[in-house]
């Protein structure tokens, strides 16, 4: 295509004066417009995740996804150099989770295997299509010998008394000698099944959660021979077990109870929840805290915890906002420690509880808005300090050791994520050469934060990908994220599926697009208002107009040829791009459609209770027009559909349903099917034929 531009430009400046300068002009444009990296070069970018640190020493562990092959790292300090403790070295698809030293220091366990970023997750992967199904099996390294060695095939490890490790399977507790290598045994038998596990300080008692269908309640295990122990068990839903350090109290959370009276489905309600705290050996407990009674305080976040015997913190939305409050369990006053129009995630407490480290979305400049820097407070004073500023990505900080140092994921605009650790005033980047040399972090151009106007007002954010020079009308992109409640950022993303899309859009963006990742409500880091929206998803899709105001804002961008126009998107991202090409086949001229949702008609299919919500018949309506497969006889734009067929997030029905209403109607299509992967391309080659296919599609359409 640009060499044609090229051709063209040549032959008719030959017929005017002053050639030379138009043929240098022509020649340099073409060298610095040429397209500089490839999709594979792009989608080399690191990856790290499970960052934890050790209860003892100023020790680090994270697993590093190394273009599919993923492996345990240690880091040390002072020096802090990386070392890679595991031998994984195929791009086969096999997750690492659950990350975690022992108490003592001495070991470090994790997950081989599953999906956790959906539902299913413990269920095996086989991205490979091998004729026996790999296992999802608990691993343990020795850190005195490197020993590597499998525990058990299992899931969700927890650290229980010295060098014994619980696990969940089939619902009950096993338990596992570290230092031995005997099978592992039951712990106890209860009926129901258990679905959290927390070990009092003293290794003495395990608290658990045992969900029984229609409520859940916390028992206390201490040995074979004495009964369990409720915590004030009720009627309700209780969970998130948080022992006080001096393992005499117990918090938790409780929520409502199964069913209740059927109310208007369409009309947002206040979901209660409380804050419980009670005493080891009492039946009684106490509730500490209850929402506000506002739409915004019913988010539940599940973040909380003891900051001392007497002292909780929690995370919530009460002011419009996520939120860090400090909660005293006698007066049962609290106190915001975070005030400001920003969101906190991503929390961890201090070792000696006084200090709550974090991301957060602000910062000095206003573009912070779209990125994260690590902040921290005391919780006694409130004092907040801001450990990173600048044009950066900080996420998932972690104190380490006892000295106030922390290590966290850094990136740019152009660096994809590494490990980081911060010391006073000197932070130190780790394993740089784990970055590929041809990874083209220098050609990457930095996405620059945009903002317009939705039609009901509501004022949109998104990153513009515009690589400069080029031809004067340029095609156009609109990426949709997934989720939905994230925030695509100005730089690469912290988790491994936006990094994935954040190169898709620097690789558009080489080839001459003008790529525009929208920021649509039901998005985080905006408040609640934005995040929360009425009507929303099968409830109205109200958050479509950002999309569309996202397609005409590129329109209408002088170096946009407007009749060349296309959007791509993931999971709820492809939901939203199945109902642009549905809707709005006259502004979205072509799409890619990556395991999206297409028929919301279901959602309502409940099992028939003895009463129905009053307005359920218009909530049906509602869902179905909500529904891409709602307007197919106006979908006229070329689309390629993508789905894997393990997908555990979103059913690949989804798409099996909407191709079958394709062929029906006589309509063209194109279709990837990628059999054995899931929602998260656990196999680094299946990313890049995805990937690339996407890219290929937006070309052969919008590029001449
Ligand atoms: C509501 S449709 C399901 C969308 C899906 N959510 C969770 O699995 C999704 O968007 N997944 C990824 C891309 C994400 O969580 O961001």
């Known amino acids: 295509m640009l060499v044609i531009n090229l051709c063209n430009h040549l032959t008719t400046s030959f017929m005017r004066p002053n050639h030379f300068l138009t043929l240098v002009f022509f020649l340099l444009s073409s060298v610095l417009f040429a397209q500089n990296f490839t999709m594979e070069q792009v989608g080399k970018f690191s990856f790290p995740s499970e960052l934890t640190s050790s209860p003892t020493g100023e020790k680090i562990a994270w697993a590093m996804n190394e273009q599919g092959r993923r492996n345990v790292y240690l880091a040390e300090g002072p020096e802090f150099t990386p070392k890679k403790l595991t031998p994984f070295d195929k791009d086969d698809g096999q997750e690492i989770s659950s990350l975690q030293f022992s108490p003592d220091g001495k070991w470090l366990v994790f997950v081989r295997g599953g999906d956790h970023g959906g539902g299913n997750a413990s269920s095996t992967v086989n991205a490979q299509n091998l004729p026996v199904l790999p296992k999802v099996e608990i691993w343990k390294i020795n850190l005195s010998t490197q020993q590597l060695e499998v525990v058990a095939e299992a899931d969700a490890p927890v650290f229980g008394p010295p060098h014994q490790l619980l696990f969940l399977k089939g619902g009950q507790v096993w338990s596992a000698n570290l230092d031995s290598s005997e099978k592992p045994s039951q712990l106890f038998e209860i009926k129901g099944n258990i679905n959290e596990l927390s070990y009092s300080p003293d290794g003495k008692q395990l608290a658990f959660v045992v969900n029984r269908g229609s409520h859940s309640m916390i028992g206390i295990y201490q040995n074979p021979e004495t009964p369990i122990q409720w915590i004030t068990p009720s009627f309700h839903r209780d969970s998130n077990i948080h022992w006080s350090p001096d393992g005499k109290k117990i918090a938790f959370i409780r929520r409502p109870g199964e069913n209740g009276a059927a109310f208007p489905v369409l009309e947002p309600r206040h979901s209660p929840w409380e804050i419980w705290v009670a005493t080891i050996g009492s039946e009684k407990g106490q509730k500490l805290w209850e929402a506000p009674k506002t739409l915004a ?323 049906r309506k509602t869902a179905w027009e909500s529904s891409p497969i709602a307007d197919l006889n106006t979908w006229t734009s070329p689309i390629l559909f993508i789905h894997a067929d393990d997908d555990r997030n979103v059913p690949v029905r989804q798409t099996v349903d909407l191709i079958r209403r394709f062929e029906e109607l006589g309509k063209s299509y194109e279709s990837i099917i990628i059999p054995g992967d899931t929602h998260h391309w656990m196999k680094w080659s299946n990313m890049i034929r995805v990937d690339q296919a996407t890219a290929d599609f937006l070309q052969k359409h919008l590029m001449d």
């Open 297 to 619: 305080a019913s988010y539940v976040y599940p973040f909380f915890d003891f900051s001392g015997n007497e002292d909780l913190v929690y995370l919530s939305y009460e002011d419009g906002w996520q939120h860090l409050y400090a909660l005293n369990i006698n007066s049962k006053a609290s106190k915001l420690l975070t005030p400001g129009n920003y969101m906190v995630e991503q929390i961890k407490l201090s070792p000696d509880g006084k200090k709550l480290v974090f991301s957060a979305n602000t910062g000095s400049e206003p573009e912070d808005l779209d990125r994260r820097h690590i902040g921290s407070v005391e919780i006694s004073n409130g004092k907040l300090t801001w450990e990173t500023a600048g044009t950066g990505i900080e996420a998932y900080p972690v104190w380490v050791g006892e000295s106030g140092k922390l290590a966290f994921f850094s990136a740019t605009a152009q660096r994809s994520h590494l490990v980081a650790v911060k010391d006073g005033n000197s932070t130190q980047l780790l394993g740089e050469s784990l970055i590929p040399t041809d990874f083209p972090q220098h050609q990457l151009v930095t996405p620059k934060q945009v903002n317009f106007t939705a039609p009901d007002g509501t004022t949109v954010y998104g990153q513009l990908f515009e690589k400069e020079g080029g031809s004067s009308t340029k095609p156009a992109v609109v990426f949709v994220h997934g989720g939905p409640q994230r925030q695509m950022l100005l730089g690469w993303s912290y988790m491994d599926y936006y990094s994935n899309t954040y190169s898709i859009n620097q690789y558009l963006a080489n080839l001459g697009f003008v790529v525009l990742s929208v920021n649509y409500r039901l998005g985080i880091g905006y408040g609640y208002e934005f995040h929360k929206p009425a009507g929303a998803y099968y409830q109205g899709a109200v958050e479509y107009q950002d999309v569309k105001a996202a397609g005409k804002y590129l329109a209408n961008l002088p170096q946009v040829n407007p009749a060349k126009i296309g959007i791509y998107g993931g999971s709820y991202g492809g939901y939203l791009t199945a109902l642009a090409l549905a809707r709005d086949s006259d502004l979205f001229k072509v799409g890619v459609d990556i395991h999206g949702v297409h028929d919301l008609d279901g959602r309502y299919d409940l099992s028939p209770n003895y009463e129905q919500a009053p307005d359920l018949d218009l909530a």
